[in-house]
């Protein structure tokens, strides 16, 4: 796309907005209260607000390669960290979609560089499952399958965060984990059983609130 041509498309939006309601930016600039955090792939072709039929502010965003949450990402963790503490987000949606690259390419053996480490996170995400994943035949149905175990881990990820954990307790929040079909357009809510998923785990991942010393 010609770089010119966004400042074109920008001039046009901005009169179409203030056509419908003259104060849309003045209104927009007082701040934002969204109540989801949404976590989704850096792909150009999905885009969260228009997916969710959002307006700008209704939706917290952040998006790197393949939707990870990883705890070492510190740009994730201050994301989670200010949408529960400051935001006060009731939501969190990691959402994933069938023809992911990043996914595509963790299935691959091959030394893809700096990409390694990033994608070492999904492949222990197959690692995990591959009891599962090399029961699959069909490697479409296979790569599709390993889209969406890869957004229920990302999903165990946010809830092993401690501030996370405080909120969902406080029943103040809730965790989601959605695939985007690229074929159809259409979100689809892999409704996981976060209780089934975490049994056995969250002894080892539970943290208590800190108790106030003063």
């Known amino acids: 796309m010609d770089i ?6 920008n001039e046009v939006w901005v009169n179409k907005k203030l056509g419908i309601d003259p104060n849309y930016f003045k209104n927009l600039a007082n701040g934002q209260n969204p109540d ?9 072709r999905v885009t969260a607000e228009e997916v969710m039929g959002v307006k700008p502010g209704d939706v917290f965003v952040m998006r790197n390669i393949s939707n990870m949450v990883s705890n070492l990402d510190l740009s994730a963790m201050s994301v989670i960290d200010y949408a529960v503490t400051v935001l006060n987000v009731k939501n969190i949606v ?12 963790a299935m691959q053996s091959q030394d893809l560089g700096i990409l390694n480490p990033w994608l ?6 197959y690692r995990l499952h591959r009891d599962e994943l090399n029961t699959i035949d069909n490697e479409e149905e296979k790569y599709r399958r390993l889209v969406e175990l890869n957004v229920q881990e990302q999903c165990v990820n946010v809830i092993k965060t401690a501030i996370v954990q405080i909120a969902v307790r ?3 929040l809730a965790v989601h984990g959605w695939v ?3 074929a159809t357009g259409k ?3 892999l409704k996981i ?4 998923v975490l049994e056995g785990i969250m002894e080892i991942y539970h943290l208590d609130e800190k108790e106030n010393s003063l």
Do not use: P, T, W
């Open 94 to 105: 990691i959402c994933g979609h069938y023809g992911c690259g990043g996914v595509k390419a």
């Open 187 to 189: 979100l689809i809510d």
């Open 193 to 196: 059983d976060f209780k089934k």
């Open 36 to 44: 989801i955090l949404y976590i989704g792939c850096s792909d150009s």
């Open 4 to 9: 010119e041509q966004i400042f074109k498309n």
């Open 120 to 125: 070492r996170n999904i492949r222990d995400v």
């Open 180 to 182: 985007m079909d690229m």
């Open 170 to 172: 406080q029943k103040k």
